[in-house]
């Protein structure tokens, strides 16, 4: 999920524009892009959201 958020973030128009859209602060976004820190859970599902990412759970066989 890390990564496809990264991805995203990297092939968005502007991390303002993010920011803008979702509340998310650039600064942070800025730091979890470089490594530098992650995002809680709130964030990074608010961001996915934004994104379009969707996540499912596999069936166990």
Known sequence: MTELLREALR???SLRQV???TGLKR???AKFM???QSL???LADALAAHFGIVS???QRE
Do not use: I, M
Request: proline share 0%; net charge positive; no cysteine.
């Open 19 to 21: 920011e803008r859209d």
């Open 34 to 36: 470089r490594g530098e």
């Open 40 to 42: 809680r859970l709130d």
């Open 11 to 13: 092939e968005a128009k």
């Open 27 to 29: 600064q942070a976004l």
């Open 56 to 58: 499912s759970r596999r």
